[in-house]
């Protein structure tokens, strides 16, 4: 049985020593971990136990004895209520030197990997406005801060923002976000005054009740803008309403977009969306890993997936590039290809790329990427890799060189490390948003591959997420 709040014990002037998983820091009392959101390596503090494991604690600070020279102003007035950019309390380079030791950490003791070469990570050139997509959800059960007084008055508990963490049917209403540029910030408020001022009425999770449900911006390199409304009723007066009036005070967007979700989850994948006005997508350009080679352009539509930070995006794949080391005959398969991007980035230095993926709408978007960058030596394959990955597809599709694998934050399934080792080619290049499950896979691979090198790549500043590139090279008998 869980123990009540009063009966959970008081730790007094502990000091924080590390940070670690899902952004919280790290303290030690008892010999037990406890972990306490939004505290600093190098702080003293008291900490409330506020979940006591037989292992671990959870906390929260209620008193703050020393501040850690580690930490710096945080600039985004919802730090430490919406739950994102947990470490924005922390000194940049700080963050770097936790992230480095998060993949050398998990790399050492879940791989047991020792005898490798572990680069210094590549920091994000920007620190704030980011990120290309943010996904914004309207809620009519706002979260009031301790700041603000209850309000049961009609429309106050209206908010149009992100998901307080742990409560799904929670929602902090934004006023300024810091990771997507400029007119993200404006769209989404005048989306919610106007919304207001008509009446419109906001999804209410519990009950399924509720006409508006979420907006999703996208923003590209060269200032095009995608916006897509999704609404829970088909109502074509009040839709075209809330778009016409941002066509018209926003002239910069250049893609809308909307779509009907009567389910009751916020999945999208499965809906149809509706092309209202301006162009089918945007467009995002990335340069390639040759000099002198023209930059590579991306059709990104509404549910396309391409890497949120596109600068860090380059840095990632160029990573993945030199890494392979190309001599320009190899045949290469590109797992979890997505839209075809690191496909499309690689196919100028090979003899061919095979691309395969689970999404039957991004294997479409990635043929027309190889199109549109006049890429002729990429084939795109739809099924799920742990399938599709066989015998008849190496008879097919010829045996690889080279494997690049980029999966989902889970990891790759083991049927998938199974199929790479009886592909056996001579280099893999593992990209993963996961050090964990990293380094959980590799280990499978560990009587057949050596680990050479790995490149951490900081793609989401303010957070403790990091991406790593490894570099698996087939053994010698």
């Known amino acids: 049985m869980r123990k009540k709040r009063k009966d959970l014990p008081v730790f007094e002037q502990v000091t924080i020593i590390d940070a670690g998983a899902e952004g919280k820091s790290i303290a030690r009392v008892k010999g037990k971990v406890v972990f306490v959101p939004y505290a600093v390596p190098g702080d003293v503090v008291d900490i409330q136990v506020t979940n006591q494991r037989k292992n671990y604690y959870e906390g929260k600070v209620i008193r703050t004895h020393l501040l850690s020279d580690k930490r710096t102003d945080p600039v985004c007035d919802h730090f430490g209520t919406c739950g ?66 209850w309000d049961e008055t009609p429309g106050r508990r209206n908010a149009l923002g992100y998901h307080i963490p742990g409560m799904f049917d929670k929602v902090l209403d934004i006023r300024n976000c810091y990771l997507q540029r400029e ?52 109502m074509p007066e009040e839709i075209y309403g809330i778009l016409d009036h941002l066509s018209e005070i926003f002239p910069e967007i250049t893609s809308l977009y909307y779509a009907v979700n009567q389910k009751k989850n916020d999945s999208m994948y499965d809906l149809e969306f509706i092309q209202y006005k301006g162009n089918a997508f945007i467009t995002e350009q990335m340069k390639a890993f040759a000099e002198g080679d023209p930059d590579l352009r991306f059709r990104v539509g509404p549910v396309s997936f391409f890497q949120t930070n596109t600068e860090q995006a380059g840095q990632l ?23 075809g991007t690191i496909a499309c980035y690689i196919a100028r230095y090979v ?32 099924g799920e890799v742990e399938k599709v990955l066989n015998q008849g597809f190496l008879e097919t599709y010829g045996k690889p060189n080279l494997i690049i694998t980029d999966p989902p934050r889970s990891g790759m399934h083991e049927k998938v490390i199974r199929s790479i080792l009886e592909t056996s080619p001579e280099t893999i290049v ?25 490149q951490p790549v900081d793609m989401f500043p303010h957070t403790q997420h990091v991406e790593n590139v490894a570099l698996l090279r087939r053994m010698r008998v």
């Open 183 to 234: 007119p993200s910030n404006t769209i989404r408020l005048a989306l919610k005054a106007y919304a207001m001022g008509k009446g419109l009425s906001f999804y209410d999770v519990k009950t399924w009740i509720g006409f508006l449900r979420n907006v999703i911006i996208r923003t590209a390199v060269n200032g095009e803008v995608m916006v897509i409304l999704v609404v829970k009723d088909n």
């Open 317 to 339: 794949y160029r990573l993945a590039a030199e890494f392979a080391g190309f001599k320009g005959d190899e045949v290469v398969y590109d797992l979890y290809t997505g839209t």
């Open 84 to 149: 994102g950019c947990r470490w924005q309390n922390m000194k940049y380079d700080e963050q770097l030197f936790f992230k480095q030791k998060q993949v050398e950490d998990h790399l050492k003791r879940i791989g047991k990997f020792n005898d490798f070469t572990l680069r210094l990570i590549i920091p994000s050139a920007n620190t704030t406005f980011y990120r290309n997509k943010l996904e914004y959800t309207f809620s009519n059960r706002r979260w009031f801060t301790e700041d603000e007084s």
């Open 430 to 454: 593992y990209i993963s948003c996961n050090s964990t499950t990293q380094a959980r896979d590799m280990v499978l691979m560990k009587d057949q591959y050596e680990l050479v090198q790995c």
């Open 351 to 382: 003899k061919e790329v095979v691309g395969i993926d689970t999404v039957e709408a991004a294997i479409e978007d990635a043929k027309v990427n190889a199109i549109n960058n006049g890429i002729t030596n990429c084939r795109f394959v739809h």
